[in-house]
Each structure stands twice: as C-alpha cells, then as structure tokens.
C-alpha cells in the first residue's frame, strides 16, 4: 500500500553516543518510524491515494456517525440510523428493504460505520446473508454477523450494487472493523449501494467469495459487479 502522506505516524527514539570526550558528548538521535497496520489507512478519493491520520490536502477524513443505541435493543438496527438516513422498500426488486438517503447530499468520501453485529463461527457466518470477515496478515481472524437485528446496526440494510454504474459506497476494513465510504456523491431520494474494496478481498480467497456470493443472493439478485 503506497500512502500519499505519513502525517501523525508513531516515532520510535534511539539514542546513540558518537563521539565523546572530557568536556562533552555529542548524540545522534536516530528516528525510526513505525510503519501503521494496512487497515489503519484510509482513502482520498479526490486525491486518489491512501492516507494516514488526514489527507495532506484534504484534511482529516469525514465520519458520520450512528446514533447510540444499546444492544439487545428490539428494532436495534434501524434506530442506529443517522440522521437523514432512512430505511425503505429498495428499488431493486426481490432485494427488500434498503437504506436510503433522505437529507441533504451526502459528499463523496463520507465514512459510515463501523458494521455491527455478534461475532460468529466461520459455520454460521457462510449461512448467513449479513456476515463480513475481519482478517490480520491475509488470514480470517473472526466473522461480525448482523443477522440479529437487535445487536446489529443500520448498515445491515444496505444491499449490494449490481453493477458500477450504480454503487455509491465501497465497504473496505479500518481498524479492525468495516467501514462504508462514499465513493460518489449521494442525493437526496438514492439508495445506498455498496461494494467491497479490491485491496480487503484480495487475500481471503474462496472464503470471502462466499460470504459474498450469499450477502448478494440475500439481497434477490446474483452478483454481477
């Protein structure tokens, strides 16, 4: 992963005597960075290059956040929504219900989430239509299941895109969890419809393809994108 800035990155100080005598000594500091964890970048889409921390250009990424709700809540996940967000019948057909922007538009490079959900078996994630997979060093590491309304968020409600020309969001994993990120502007009246980010997949092979592969097909619809 090639970030365009470092901005705000841990330093570690070593301290190393070069030269000494009797009057004095004379100290090199050296810095070493320490390099962030891939899922501790985020991305410009303006910029079209990730960042850490803010983006130079840009600034700090915008994060729009859920309203609280405890868990174990009846009708949990909806009332998670933010505000100007909306659940509804989806304008796909056989896909149910969809999350819906109702406000004012939402810019591109809005950041959603993170998913919500219990942590499961790999058994009961693959049966599911409402799983993600978080990984650490290209291995699945733990399942988030969103099946159960009352410990899940409104992200459980966005279907999949079918085709490029209509995604709007592109789900990708941040420190350790998923999160959603305008890559279009939203209007108000547009269905949110997400993708996964190429660099999140890439690693985890024929497991992932399933989990998604039963997320779209939940959704009524092969995928197709």
């Known amino acids: 992963m090639k970030p365009c800035s470092l901005v705000g ?3 570690q100080l070593n301290e190393d005597t070069c030269e000494s005598n009797t009057h004095n000594e ?3 500091i050296y810095i070493k960075e320490e390099e962030p964890n891939d899922d501790e970048y985020l991305y410009c ?3 079209r290059c990730f960042f850490y921390n803010k983006c130079e250009v840009h600034g700090p990424a915008l994060f729009i956040h859920d309203t609280l709700v405890p868990m174990g809540v009846t009708d949990r996940a909806r009332q998670t929504l ?3 967000l909306e659940v509804g019948q989806s304008d796909i057909s056989g896909a149910g219900l969809g999350v819906f922007n109702k406000g004012d538009t939402i810019p591109v490079g809005a950041h959603f989430g ?3 959900g219990e942590r499961v078996d790999k058994e009961e994630a693959m049966n599911s239509g409402y799983s993600w997979v978080i990984y650490r060093n290209g291995q699945c590491e733990e399942y988030i299941d969103a099946k159960r309304e009352m410990y899940a968020n409104w992200m459980r409600y966005v279907n999949c895109a079918r085709n490029d020309e ?5 789900a990708f994993q941040y420190r ?3 999160i959603y990120r305008s890559c279009r502007p939203i209007k108000p009246g547009q269905e949110l419809l997400v993708w996964y980010e190429e660099e999140y997949a890439q690693d985890l092979g024929i497991t992932f393809d399933y989990l998604w592969s039963k997320k779209c097909s939940a959704n009524g619809y ?3 994108l």
């Open 9 to 11: 990155k841990n330093m």
């Open 26 to 28: 004379l100290k090199i």
């Open 45 to 47: 889409e303006d910029c």
């Open 82 to 84: 933010p505000l100007g």
């Open 114 to 116: 993170p998913y919500q």
């Open 166 to 170: 209509e995604q709007n969001l592109v």
């Open 176 to 178: 350790g969890g998923i």
């Open 222 to 224: 092969v995928q197709t």
